[in-house]
């Protein structure tokens, strides 16, 4: 096996093995004996009328969801090999993710708008749910994909019963619960190019007839993408193990209750980026050349002198129980989490030490407790009420050292050390309640009162080591909170045609909390306001064709106020990111979705997404590295020109007013087509799909530097396997094109200047062919 694969995962999958094979051993004759020769085929049929979803917090079948919701089932995402919740923008058009230097600026975005932002204070608009559980930090939702249900992602505002905030959108992740009176084992194993080797298990155990015990393992490992020539290292691999567990009780008709623990980590040599233009006058041009290096939009070797890497663990525990009275059913979800991300990479990307020294790390801890009552499902009238308490801590830092191109003695660096202490605290009501009239027309309202408390505390310090401080950072203590409270609300009116025809219209308005900016300058915090969005939307829900077709359609237009920007200032010394509020943005556009089965065993999906999102007023902005200043007094002509604005010495900027959102395609669309069909005593499988993505720029200021060209990937697998389900083997194919794209550019951030990028290299932009055996024992 190879050395990717470490002991302990190895470990982990023998004792699974193990333990199936004494599944299978107990599993009764009978239970393997119930199988259905055309069973996946009839699962495909039934997709179009059954697939439920929770998006108003109760079981609903999606097409009587008035919401702009997709659902995409577990097997699905298994069929196009995706493990990943950053690779979900590859089915749901509307989802974008930002990738960073680290976990901690990365991040999702939902209809264009999403939080990128390296702070602690500062949490993420698009939220991300897991099994009832709101994540606090970004990277806590980016573990693999393990024994999914199915992920629902929410389009617009969604704080209102979702967790907490998620102004933008929320995804939502539902695992496999335990299965009563089933005993079973499922395994996966899948090899690709690249070394990439994929491991599953599911084990299913029945604890007599009222409970049951379900342990499911996964592991990835892939070779790094980008050569460090001068280290020898491949970086940006990836090494992730997932361990979860799950007991399911229901000692009476009313009583049910679930306990998820969970485990997680992330080892790799993570996350480089490399030299994409610089011209040959310049230092990084003229170093990077000097070590064999020719910055390229297709380049993937560095030469940096200092290692990249990040480890990440996470931990967590829940407890669901429901509790059955008969007008309604109790709901009470505790959760403890634990974060916990260690991280440097190599700014100048030199064999240098300009900043080789960039470390940051964050511990973050996450307890919440939320109890809600759903009424019984009645025709007329059902309501919601709940409330939410949530706090989450988080102590990190961030080291920075190195010469930054000054003339010191041999062996001295320049340094600083941030460390804090950031506590968000958070206590909410919310409910919602809906009437139903003469069996067509259906009003809803919901509303959500937020309390709200963002404190922090952190010293500054000149880093151990070092004989200086770097220029301009803080030194001492500082400290501060920052309070808010909010209602929001969702207001929706459905009429039905008949059953398969259903339009709706709403008006939504969110929140998202205060924030505090990373403050590595001075001694007093400096506060981000919170982010309120305000959401109108129109859409339809049809099944057509006698349940062999549905198209779901919606058009919408959000304003957002005070949004929580981050932007990139290379005009001081050194560059910083820094947080700040958006005047106002604006997300608008259509979305649509196509699901049909013309005859038995082929289903056909579109799903397109034609989306708008600019700053419409977002003043006073750093300029990009290569814009021209304009003399101090000088009378913008266009909002687009950098001047100095405030005095004859101070900081460039400009405006972003009318610049569209980075990261924001206007268009972006997927195709799929698959297919199933019994061969003699077998069945076989094939699917194809395509994902385009139109232009983006990666810049707030609109630098031209910063923009990435449309692209398209296409991906197809063919399998075959036994008719009742218990193996397949299946070839699959990702970006069989050999596609080339990045994820971000960005102004090189260290000798930067004119003319000088770096790119952000997806793995997706590589061709990858492989291989997947599945093999189920019992049920």
Known sequence: MPSKVNKRGASVLATMLLCGTALSTVATPAAFAQTVATEPTRAAERDTQNIVVTAQRREQNLQDVPLAVSAVSGEALATQGINNPVELRYVAPSINFSNSANTRGEGFQIRGVGTVIFGDGIEQSVGVVVDGVPMGRGGMGTSDLIDVARVEVLRGPQGMLFGKNASAGLISITTNAPV????SLALRGSFATQNEIKLNATGNLALGDKAAFRLAYASTTRDGIIENILRREKLNDRDEQVLRARLLVEPTDKLTINLIADWSERNSLCCAWTARSAPATSGFGALNAASGIVPSPTNLRVAAGAPFFQNINTNGLSATIDYDFSFGT?????????????????????????????????????VSQELRLNSAPSPNFEW??????????????????????????????LGHTRRSETINESAALFGQAQWTFFDKLTLIAGGRYTDEEVSVSYTGATATGSIAVIPGRFVGRGAGSIKADNFSYRLIGQYRFNPDIMVYASVARGYKGPGIDQNIVAATPTFVKPEIPTSYEAGIRSTLFDGKATFNAALFQTTFKDFQAQVFDQNVFPARFAASNAGELESKGLEAELYVRPVSGLTLLANVAYIESTYTDFKNIACYAAQPILPFGTVRTSPRQCIREFSATGAAVTQGTGNELPNSPKLTYNLAA???????????????????????????????????GSYGLLGASVGIGASDDRWRVSLFGKNLTDQKFVDRIIGQPVLGGIGIYSQFVSPEAEQIVGVTLDVKFGG
């Open 674 to 708: 698959n297919y199933t069909q019994p061969i003699g005593s077998f069945l076989g499988t094939a699917s194809i799909n395509y994902f385009w993505r139109d232009k983006v720029s990666y810049s707030d200021a609109g630098d031209p530097g910063a923009a990435q």
């Open 180 to 183: 009563l009176d089933e005993t």
């Open 384 to 413: 919601t009420i709940g409330a939410l308490f949530y706090r989450m801590t988080n102590d990190g830092g961030n080291t920075q050292a190195g010469t930054l191109g000054v003339a010191l003695p041999p062996g001295a660096t």
């Open 330 to 366: 109790l709901t009470s979800i505790t959760s403890w989490r634990n974060w916990y991300a260690f991280d440097n990479n190599d700014p100048d990307l030199l064999p240098a030490n300009i900043l080789d020294l960039n470390t940051g790390d964050s511990d973050v801890t996450q």
